[in-house]
């Protein structure tokens, strides 16, 4: 049997070892990918654990509807949908015709009550002169009825006289009485009261009457409340009836904003006020603002709904609950924010809070 040729043995043996290289590399790649993707994994995780995140969150912004104080037809609209106002501008303007006659009313009412203060004076007046003058008639028959008296005694006057002198003298008396009497009734008439001090009730309720008139004349115009965007204005125009108490329209306070974000009540442990937030809007991917955790809700969403989910029959499902986390923006926002938009609310609550 031949020899083998060594230069054949030698290139056979070369390659038989850079293939078992070649498959052990090939087997410490396949196995170093799933590791290096579990530590990366790992680490991932530890690196954020202490975060907590939801994008269920909303911009909210104060909302303060506007009703007009008084009922009547809207003459004037000056604002239109979106429009940025001012606190103080005006809005719109309520037919103010009736409640100018209300208040010319009301200074009839006055000078009426003046009219009739000014005839209890004199009336009161009056009856001073009549005390007086009762007075001096109980005086004069008094001195009559001793002056009989005493004739009576000596025998020079008839008894007829006597008595009627003392008949005059009691009826001066009742006149006298009756004058008083008068004078109290004219007097009680001028009184006032301890609520108007110093001030006749009729006069103090006209003033009244037109201080009404006077505030429901100038809530006629309605004015801004506060500095924001008009909303749902569309449905206000000239000659639609407003009614008291009843909204016309919207005003959104663009000056502060916050976020509203339901997280899971599993995400609550660690969550405490002061913690700062990082928020990403939808519809702007490249802002980041910065916040921090305003208020932890009083309880879940489902809590305050109209139907309750709870139920006592068998087809009961546990449901992981959302809480409402009130995150305030910090600082300035550099772009608009809308009541509603969509956000994301990552928080970090290794921070303690504040």
């Known amino acids: 049997m031949a020899e083998a040729d060594p230069h054949m043995t030698d290139s056979l043996n070369a390659a038989g070892e850079q293939i078992s290289r070649r498959g052990w590399k090939r087997q410490a790649l396949v196995l170093s990918v799933p590791l290096l993707m579990a530590v990366g994994a790992v680490g991932y995780y530890l690196a954020n654990d202490q975060y907590v995140s939801t994008d269920n969150a909303y911009v909210q912004q104060d909302k303060v509807a506007v009703a007009a104080e008084v009922t009547g037809p809207v003459i004037d609209v000056r604002v239109r949908e979106n429009q940025q106002v001012k606190a103080g501008d005006l809005l719109f303007r309520i037919d103010p015709a009736p409640f100018r006659i209300a208040l010319a009313q009301a200074d009839a009412a006055i000078a009426g009550a003046q009219v009739n203060l000014t005839e209890l004076q004199t009336e009161y007046g009056a009856t001073s002169v009549d005390i007086t003058r009762a ?16 004739l009576m005694q000596n ?24 004058a008083r009497a008068e004078a109290g009734k004219a007097q009680s008439k001028l009184s006032t009261g301890t609520a108007v001090p110093g001030i006749n009730p009729a006069i103090a309720a006209g003033q009244a009457q037109r201080a009404k008139a006077m505030l429901d004349l100038a809530r006629t115009e309605i004015r801004a409340p506060i500095n924001g965007t008009v909303s749902q204005s569309e449905k206000l125009l000239p000659g639609m009836m407003a009614f008291m108490g009843v909204s016309a329209l919207s005003i959104v306070a663009s000056e502060r904003s916050w976020v509203e974000a339901n997280f899971k009540e599993t995400d609550l442990e660690d969550m405490q006020v002061g913690q700062p937030a990082e928020i990403r809007l939808d519809a702007y991917p490249d802002l980041t603002l910065k916040g921090h955790v305003a208020s932890i809700g009083a309880g879940t969403g489902s809590e305050f709904s109209i139907l309750p989910p709870q139920n006592a029959t068998g087809n009961w499902v546990k449901v992981t609950q959302r809480v409402p986390v009130r995150v305030f923006i910090d600082g300035k926002a550099g772009r608009q924010l809308i009541a509603g938009q969509s956000a994301h609310v990552r928080i970090d609550t290794s921070k303690h809070g504040r």
């Open 135 to 150: 007075t001096d008639s109980v005086r004069f028959y008094e001195q009559e009825y001793q002056r009989q008296a005493a």
């Open 155 to 178: 025998g020079f006057t008839t008894r007829a006289r006597l008595q009627a002198a003392e008949h005059a003298l009691n009826e001066a008396r009742s006149a006298l009485a009756n």
